[in-house]
Protein backbone atom coordinates (compact mmCIF):
# COMPACT_ATOMS: atom_id res chain seq x y z
CA UNK A 1 0.00 0.00 0.00
CA UNK A 2 1.92 3.14 -0.79
CA UNK A 3 0.72 6.47 1.29
CA UNK A 4 0.53 9.79 -0.46
CA UNK A 5 1.20 11.44 2.80
CA UNK A 6 4.26 10.49 5.10
CA UNK A 7 3.82 7.72 7.38
CA UNK A 8 2.42 8.70 10.42
CA UNK A 9 4.27 6.38 13.16
CA UNK A 10 3.23 7.02 16.88
CA UNK A 11 6.05 6.11 19.38
CA UNK A 12 5.78 4.52 22.74
CA UNK A 13 8.35 5.32 25.44
CA UNK A 14 8.18 4.99 29.22
CA UNK A 15 10.15 8.84 29.24
CA UNK A 16 12.22 10.81 27.90
CA UNK A 17 15.62 9.48 27.79
CA UNK A 18 18.93 11.33 26.37
CA UNK A 19 20.01 8.19 24.14
CA UNK A 20 16.69 8.40 22.75
CA UNK A 21 15.40 12.40 22.36
CA UNK A 22 18.31 13.13 19.98
CA UNK A 23 17.20 10.20 17.73
CA UNK A 24 13.63 11.38 17.16
CA UNK A 25 15.35 14.74 16.15
CA UNK A 26 17.46 12.92 13.71
CA UNK A 27 13.86 10.88 12.56
CA UNK A 28 12.13 14.31 12.22
CA UNK A 29 14.66 15.81 10.00
CA UNK A 30 16.17 13.12 7.97
CA UNK A 31 13.02 11.21 6.97
CA UNK A 32 9.55 11.34 5.35
CA UNK A 33 8.00 10.12 8.59
CA UNK A 34 5.12 12.07 10.71
CA UNK A 35 6.40 10.96 14.37
CA UNK A 36 4.73 11.39 17.38
CA UNK A 37 6.47 9.97 20.44
CA UNK A 38 3.85 9.28 23.01
CA UNK A 39 5.57 9.30 26.97
CA UNK A 40 4.39 7.36 29.59
CA UNK A 41 6.22 9.51 32.50
CA UNK A 42 7.90 12.62 33.09
CA UNK A 43 11.28 11.58 34.75
CA UNK A 44 14.55 13.19 33.65
CA UNK A 45 12.40 16.27 32.12
CA UNK A 46 11.47 17.48 35.93
CA UNK A 47 14.29 16.63 38.85
CA UNK A 48 13.37 13.69 40.36
CA UNK A 49 15.16 11.15 43.01
CA UNK A 50 16.72 7.83 41.23
CA UNK A 51 16.52 4.97 44.18
CA UNK A 52 20.43 3.70 42.95
CA UNK A 53 22.50 7.33 41.86
CA UNK A 54 21.21 8.10 45.32
CA UNK A 55 20.44 11.73 44.49
CA UNK A 56 17.85 14.51 43.00
CA UNK A 57 18.39 15.40 38.95
CA UNK A 58 16.83 16.21 35.63
CA UNK A 59 19.15 15.45 32.57
CA UNK A 60 20.59 18.60 31.37
CA UNK A 61 20.17 18.02 27.88
CA UNK A 62 17.52 19.04 25.57
CA UNK A 63 15.09 16.17 25.42
CA UNK A 64 11.57 17.76 24.35
CA UNK A 65 12.34 19.69 21.60
CA UNK A 66 12.40 18.78 17.79
CA UNK A 67 9.99 16.37 17.12
CA UNK A 68 6.64 15.84 18.00
CA UNK A 69 5.63 14.41 21.63
CA UNK A 70 3.25 14.27 24.91
CA UNK A 71 3.08 13.01 27.90
CA UNK A 72 -0.31 10.69 28.47
CA UNK A 73 -1.02 10.85 32.59
CA UNK A 74 0.19 8.03 34.50
CA UNK A 75 -2.14 6.89 37.48
CA UNK A 76 0.37 4.65 39.21
CA UNK A 77 0.97 5.15 42.58
CA UNK A 78 4.71 4.44 42.30
CA UNK A 79 5.48 5.21 38.55
CA UNK A 80 8.67 3.47 37.10
CA UNK A 81 9.81 0.25 35.61
CA UNK A 82 10.71 -1.71 39.02
CA UNK A 83 6.72 -2.94 38.72
CA UNK A 84 4.73 -3.88 36.52
CA UNK A 85 1.42 -1.31 37.78
CA UNK A 86 4.27 1.06 37.18
CA UNK A 87 3.05 2.37 33.77
CA UNK A 88 -0.62 2.69 34.10
CA UNK A 89 -1.87 5.10 31.43
CA UNK A 90 -5.65 3.99 30.60
CA UNK A 91 -6.05 7.33 28.50
CA UNK A 92 -3.18 6.21 26.27
CA UNK A 93 -5.75 4.32 23.83
CA UNK A 94 -7.93 7.34 23.44
CA UNK A 95 -4.84 9.44 22.66
CA UNK A 96 -3.37 7.25 19.90
CA UNK A 97 -6.69 6.15 17.85
CA UNK A 98 -7.24 10.42 18.25
CA UNK A 99 -4.06 10.76 16.33
CA UNK A 100 -4.82 7.62 13.98
CA UNK A 101 -1.45 6.51 13.12
CA UNK A 102 0.11 4.25 10.53
CA UNK A 103 1.97 2.15 12.43
CA UNK A 104 3.46 1.92 15.89
CA UNK A 105 7.13 1.56 17.71
CA UNK A 106 6.40 0.11 20.77
CA UNK A 107 9.64 0.03 23.25
CA UNK A 108 9.13 -2.58 26.15
CA UNK A 109 6.40 -4.76 27.04
CA UNK A 110 6.59 -6.29 30.77
CA UNK A 111 4.08 -3.20 31.79
CA UNK A 112 0.61 -2.80 31.80
CA UNK A 113 0.41 0.29 29.52
CA UNK A 114 2.26 -1.56 26.74
CA UNK A 115 0.59 -4.46 27.19
CA UNK A 116 -2.79 -2.20 27.07
CA UNK A 117 -1.16 -0.80 23.96
CA UNK A 118 -0.36 -3.97 22.25
CA UNK A 119 -4.28 -5.15 22.34
CA UNK A 120 -5.33 -1.78 21.44
CA UNK A 121 -3.41 -2.12 18.18
CA UNK A 122 -3.97 -5.50 17.57
CA UNK A 123 -8.30 -4.31 17.54
CA UNK A 124 -6.97 -1.91 15.13
CA UNK A 125 -5.27 -3.67 12.75
CA UNK A 126 -2.39 -1.06 13.66
CA UNK A 127 1.19 -3.30 12.75
CA UNK A 128 3.46 -3.20 15.66
CA UNK A 129 7.27 -2.89 15.29
CA UNK A 130 8.66 -4.10 19.10
CA UNK A 131 12.25 -2.94 20.33
CA UNK A 132 13.85 -4.50 22.91
CA UNK A 133 17.38 -5.26 24.01
CA UNK A 134 17.42 -8.22 26.32
CA UNK A 135 19.59 -11.30 25.71
CA UNK A 136 20.08 -14.57 27.80
CA UNK A 137 24.05 -14.07 28.52
CA UNK A 138 24.95 -15.66 31.79
CA UNK A 139 21.49 -17.28 32.13
CA UNK A 140 19.38 -20.22 30.69
CA UNK A 141 17.12 -19.78 28.77
CA UNK A 142 13.64 -19.60 30.08
CA UNK A 143 11.65 -22.96 30.54
CA UNK A 144 8.48 -23.48 28.64
CA UNK A 145 6.03 -22.03 31.33
CA UNK A 146 7.94 -18.58 30.39
CA UNK A 147 8.80 -19.47 26.68
CA UNK A 148 5.40 -19.68 25.45
CA UNK A 149 3.50 -16.77 26.10
CA UNK A 150 6.80 -14.83 25.15
CA UNK A 151 6.50 -16.64 21.65
CA UNK A 152 3.02 -15.68 21.21
CA UNK A 153 3.82 -12.09 22.06
CA UNK A 154 6.14 -12.05 20.06
CA UNK A 155 4.53 -13.57 16.89
CA UNK A 156 2.14 -10.77 17.49
CA UNK A 157 4.67 -7.94 16.44
CA UNK A 158 4.54 -7.25 12.51
CA UNK A 159 8.39 -6.20 13.10
CA UNK A 160 10.95 -6.54 15.68
CA UNK A 161 14.23 -4.12 15.52
CA UNK A 162 17.57 -6.04 17.59
CA UNK A 163 20.42 -3.60 19.07
CA UNK A 164 23.16 -6.49 18.36
CA UNK A 165 24.19 -9.78 18.21
CA UNK A 166 23.08 -11.05 21.96
CA UNK A 167 19.57 -9.62 21.62
CA UNK A 168 18.84 -10.65 17.76
CA UNK A 169 19.79 -14.33 19.69
CA UNK A 170 17.32 -13.83 22.00
CA UNK A 171 14.41 -13.23 19.92
CA UNK A 172 15.47 -16.23 17.52
CA UNK A 173 15.48 -18.60 20.49
CA UNK A 174 11.91 -17.01 21.01
CA UNK A 175 10.60 -17.45 17.39
CA UNK A 176 10.77 -14.46 15.37
CA UNK A 177 11.18 -15.66 12.26
CA UNK A 178 14.31 -14.19 10.25
CA UNK A 179 12.41 -11.73 8.04
CA UNK A 180 10.91 -10.03 10.47
CA UNK A 181 13.91 -9.04 12.25
CA UNK A 182 16.20 -5.87 11.30
CA UNK A 183 18.99 -4.56 12.46
CA UNK A 184 19.03 -0.78 14.11
CA UNK A 185 21.88 -1.02 16.54
CA UNK A 186 21.51 1.08 19.89
CA UNK A 187 23.55 4.71 19.28
CA UNK A 188 24.17 7.88 21.22
CA UNK A 189 24.18 11.89 20.40
CA UNK A 190 27.11 11.60 17.80
CA UNK A 191 27.16 15.66 17.50
CA UNK A 192 27.93 15.65 21.96
CA UNK A 193 30.29 12.68 22.10
CA UNK A 194 33.08 14.41 19.82
CA UNK A 195 36.11 13.93 20.97
CA UNK A 196 37.42 17.10 18.78
CA UNK A 197 35.41 19.18 20.41
CA UNK A 198 37.54 22.48 22.15
CA UNK A 199 34.91 22.62 24.73
CA UNK A 200 35.11 18.80 25.99
CA UNK A 201 39.13 19.04 25.58
CA UNK A 202 39.14 22.23 27.61
CA UNK A 203 37.17 20.56 30.74
CA UNK A 204 39.23 17.61 30.52
CA UNK A 205 42.39 19.43 30.93
CA UNK A 206 40.88 20.99 34.14
CA UNK A 207 39.29 18.14 35.62
CA UNK A 208 43.03 16.17 35.01
CA UNK A 209 44.76 19.42 37.07
CA UNK A 210 42.09 19.42 39.73
CA UNK A 211 43.02 15.70 40.51
CA UNK A 212 46.38 16.21 39.83
CA UNK A 213 47.33 13.61 37.65
CA UNK A 214 50.31 13.71 35.57
CA UNK A 215 49.90 13.55 31.95
CA UNK A 216 51.27 10.52 31.49
CA UNK A 217 49.54 8.68 33.69
CA UNK A 218 47.03 6.07 32.68
CA UNK A 219 43.85 6.58 33.66
CA UNK A 220 40.80 3.77 34.27
CA UNK A 221 37.58 5.27 34.59
CA UNK A 222 34.27 3.81 35.90
CA UNK A 223 31.41 5.89 35.65
CA UNK A 224 27.96 4.90 36.56
CA UNK A 225 25.75 3.62 39.56
CA UNK A 226 27.54 2.51 41.96
CA UNK A 227 26.03 -1.03 43.28
CA UNK A 228 27.03 -3.95 43.50
CA UNK A 229 25.48 -5.73 40.07
CA UNK A 230 28.26 -3.13 37.79
CA UNK A 231 31.57 -4.27 40.40
CA UNK A 232 32.59 -1.30 41.20
CA UNK A 233 34.56 -3.07 44.40
CA UNK A 234 35.81 -5.72 42.20
CA UNK A 235 37.17 -3.45 40.05
CA UNK A 236 38.80 -1.43 42.98
CA UNK A 237 40.56 -4.69 44.21
CA UNK A 238 41.70 -5.65 40.93
CA UNK A 239 43.00 -2.18 40.39
CA UNK A 240 44.95 -2.32 43.80
CA UNK A 241 46.43 -5.59 43.27
CA UNK A 242 47.93 -4.53 39.35
CA UNK A 243 48.93 -1.43 40.68
CA UNK A 244 50.75 -3.17 44.06
CA UNK A 245 52.11 -5.80 41.69
CA UNK A 246 53.70 -2.72 39.62
CA UNK A 247 55.26 -0.96 42.03
CA UNK A 248 57.36 -3.98 43.72
CA UNK A 249 58.39 -4.85 39.84
CA UNK A 250 59.45 -0.92 40.02
CA UNK A 251 61.16 -0.87 42.76
CA UNK A 252 62.51 -4.05 42.72
CA UNK A 253 64.75 -2.69 39.39
CA UNK A 254 65.32 0.58 41.01
CA UNK A 255 66.32 -1.26 44.33
CA UNK A 256 64.14 1.46 46.25
CA UNK A 257 61.50 0.95 49.07
CA UNK A 258 58.63 0.20 47.06
CA UNK A 259 56.52 2.89 50.16
CA UNK A 260 58.98 5.90 48.50
CA UNK A 261 56.63 8.50 47.19
CA UNK A 262 56.75 8.86 43.60
CA UNK A 263 53.73 9.63 40.62
CA UNK A 264 51.59 7.01 40.30
CA UNK A 265 51.98 5.02 36.72
CA UNK A 266 47.96 4.51 36.39
CA UNK A 267 44.72 5.80 38.89
CA UNK A 268 41.22 4.95 38.77
CA UNK A 269 38.64 7.59 38.44
CA UNK A 270 35.09 6.74 40.08
CA UNK A 271 32.06 9.04 38.33
CA UNK A 272 28.62 8.33 40.31
CA UNK A 273 26.82 7.73 43.24
CA UNK A 274 25.27 4.64 45.05
CA UNK A 275 25.03 2.35 47.73
CA UNK A 276 28.42 1.37 47.09
CA UNK A 277 30.54 4.30 46.84
CA UNK A 278 30.86 4.37 51.26
CA UNK A 279 32.46 1.20 51.13
CA UNK A 280 34.56 2.05 47.95
CA UNK A 281 36.04 5.48 49.61
CA UNK A 282 36.59 3.51 52.98
CA UNK A 283 38.63 0.25 50.72
CA UNK A 284 40.38 3.23 49.11
CA UNK A 285 41.98 5.24 52.03
CA UNK A 286 44.50 2.23 52.17
CA UNK A 287 45.78 2.63 48.74
CA UNK A 288 48.75 5.18 47.88
CA UNK A 289 47.70 9.19 47.46
CA UNK A 290 46.91 10.42 44.18
CA UNK A 291 45.84 6.69 42.95
CA UNK A 292 41.90 6.52 43.48
CA UNK A 293 39.69 9.33 42.76
CA UNK A 294 36.05 9.65 43.20
CA UNK A 295 34.11 12.20 41.19
CA UNK A 296 30.07 12.84 41.67
CA UNK A 297 27.45 12.00 39.37
CA UNK A 298 28.21 13.93 36.12
CA UNK A 299 25.22 15.31 34.43
CA UNK A 300 25.18 13.86 30.59
CA UNK A 301 26.81 17.06 28.83
CA UNK A 302 29.48 16.79 31.77
CA UNK A 303 30.06 13.13 30.35
CA UNK A 304 32.28 13.67 27.68
CA UNK A 305 35.30 15.68 29.59
CA UNK A 306 35.23 12.78 32.17
CA UNK A 307 35.52 10.18 29.08
CA UNK A 308 38.34 12.06 27.92
CA UNK A 309 40.32 11.92 31.18
CA UNK A 310 40.29 7.97 30.54
CA UNK A 311 42.69 5.58 28.57
CA UNK A 312 40.25 3.02 29.47
CA UNK A 313 36.63 2.56 30.17
CA UNK A 314 35.40 -0.31 32.63
CA UNK A 315 32.23 -1.40 32.52
CA UNK A 316 32.70 -4.96 34.76
CA UNK A 317 28.72 -5.90 35.39
CA UNK A 318 27.99 -9.06 36.47
CA UNK A 319 23.97 -7.91 36.41
CA UNK A 320 21.75 -9.97 34.67
CA UNK A 321 20.36 -6.71 33.66
CA UNK A 322 23.09 -5.08 31.37
CA UNK A 323 20.97 -5.48 28.54
CA UNK A 324 23.37 -3.31 26.63
CA UNK A 325 25.55 -0.99 28.19
CA UNK A 326 25.03 2.62 26.04
CA UNK A 327 28.00 3.95 27.92
CA UNK A 328 30.54 1.99 25.95
CA UNK A 329 28.83 3.56 22.80
CA UNK A 330 29.58 7.06 24.74
CA UNK A 331 33.31 5.88 26.02
CA UNK A 332 34.01 4.48 22.40
CA UNK A 333 32.76 7.85 20.10
CA UNK A 334 35.47 9.58 22.40
CA UNK A 335 38.41 7.26 21.13
CA UNK A 336 38.56 5.14 24.77
CA UNK A 337 39.03 1.48 24.53
CA UNK A 338 36.68 -0.43 26.81
CA UNK A 339 37.02 -3.47 29.69
CA UNK A 340 33.88 -5.26 29.89
CA UNK A 341 32.90 -8.77 31.61
CA UNK A 342 30.79 -11.08 29.50
CA UNK A 343 27.85 -10.46 30.29
CA UNK A 344 27.52 -6.42 28.96
CA UNK A 345 24.95 -6.91 25.71
CA UNK A 346 27.32 -4.72 23.38
CA UNK A 347 30.37 -6.45 24.30
CA UNK A 348 29.96 -9.22 21.17
CA UNK A 349 29.19 -6.03 18.89
CA UNK A 350 31.60 -3.11 19.98
CA UNK A 351 34.25 -4.57 22.23
CA UNK A 352 36.86 -7.65 20.72
CA UNK A 353 39.48 -8.77 22.83
CA UNK A 354 42.79 -7.04 22.31
CA UNK A 355 41.79 -5.24 19.48
CA UNK A 356 38.70 -2.47 20.73
CA UNK A 357 39.40 -3.14 24.16
CA UNK A 358 39.62 -6.44 26.43
CA UNK A 359 37.13 -8.69 28.07
CA UNK A 360 36.92 -10.93 31.14
CA UNK A 361 34.30 -13.55 32.96
CA UNK A 362 31.65 -11.69 35.18
CA UNK A 363 31.72 -14.37 37.44
CA UNK A 364 36.00 -14.05 37.18
CA UNK A 365 38.14 -11.64 39.47
CA UNK A 366 41.00 -13.25 38.85
CA UNK A 367 40.66 -12.34 35.14
CA UNK A 368 39.50 -9.19 35.81
CA UNK A 369 42.41 -8.57 37.47
CA UNK A 370 45.00 -9.99 34.33
CA UNK A 371 42.79 -8.17 31.68
CA UNK A 372 43.27 -4.82 33.66
CA UNK A 373 47.27 -5.54 33.68
CA UNK A 374 46.74 -6.26 29.81
CA UNK A 375 44.95 -3.68 29.06
CA UNK A 376 47.10 -0.79 31.27
CA UNK A 377 50.41 -2.27 30.06
CA UNK A 378 49.12 -1.59 26.19
CA UNK A 379 47.68 1.63 27.01
CA UNK A 380 51.32 2.57 28.32
CA UNK A 381 52.56 1.99 24.90
CA UNK A 382 52.58 5.00 22.79
CA UNK A 383 51.82 3.13 19.58
CA UNK A 384 49.18 0.26 20.77
CA UNK A 385 47.54 2.89 22.38
CA UNK A 386 47.16 5.14 19.05
CA UNK A 387 46.10 1.39 17.37
CA UNK A 388 43.67 0.57 19.46
CA UNK A 389 42.21 4.09 19.56
CA UNK A 390 42.01 3.99 15.74
CA UNK A 391 40.10 0.42 15.56
CA UNK A 392 37.76 1.77 18.52
CA UNK A 393 36.45 4.79 16.36
CA UNK A 394 36.44 2.21 13.58
CA UNK A 395 33.40 0.04 15.00
CA UNK A 396 31.98 2.58 16.77
CA UNK A 397 31.34 4.15 12.82
CA UNK A 398 28.76 1.60 12.34
CA UNK A 399 26.65 2.60 15.38
CA UNK A 400 25.58 5.67 14.76
CA UNK A 401 22.08 7.37 14.32
CA UNK A 402 22.38 6.67 10.34
CA UNK A 403 22.51 2.72 11.01
CA UNK A 404 19.89 3.04 13.58
CA UNK A 405 17.36 4.68 11.14
CA UNK A 406 18.20 2.68 7.99
CA UNK A 407 16.93 -0.46 10.34
CA UNK A 408 13.78 1.57 11.41
CA UNK A 409 12.66 2.24 7.63
CA UNK A 410 13.67 -1.07 6.66
CA UNK A 411 11.04 -2.55 9.38
CA UNK A 412 8.32 0.08 8.11
CA UNK A 413 9.06 -0.74 4.51
CA UNK A 414 8.07 -4.58 5.69
CA UNK A 415 5.04 -3.72 6.83
CA UNK A 416 3.76 -2.41 3.03
CA UNK A 417 3.93 1.36 3.97
CA UNK A 418 5.78 2.60 1.69
CA UNK A 419 7.79 6.04 1.92
CA UNK A 420 6.00 9.19 -0.67
Known amino acids: MRHAAPIRLAVVLSHPTQYYSPWF ?20 VSAQADPQFKTVFAWDVDLLSGYASEFVPNVARSPGAESFWGFNNPGLPARLEAWSPDALLLFGYKWLTHLRTIFWA ?3 GIPVVFRGDSHFLGRPNPGWRRRLPLRLLFRSFAAVTYVGAANRAYFEELGVPAQRLFFAPHAVDGTLFDPSALSHRAAAAALRAQLGLDRTTRVVLFAGKLVP ?10 FLGVDAASRRAAATKRGEDTA ?14 GEEKMALQEAARAAPPGLVHFLPFANQSEMPARYLLADIFALPSRGLYETWGLAVNEAMHMGVPCLVSDRVGCQQDLVTDGETGWVFRAEDPAMLATKLKVALAMVADDGSREKLRAAVLERISGYTYTQTTAGLLAAIGSLGLQMP
Request: aromatic share 18%; no cysteine; hydrophobic share 45%.
Open 229 to 238: AKQPRELLEA
Open 260 to 273: STFIPFSALIFVGD
Open 122 to 124: RRH
Open 25 to 44: RWLHTRTALDLRVFYLWNFG
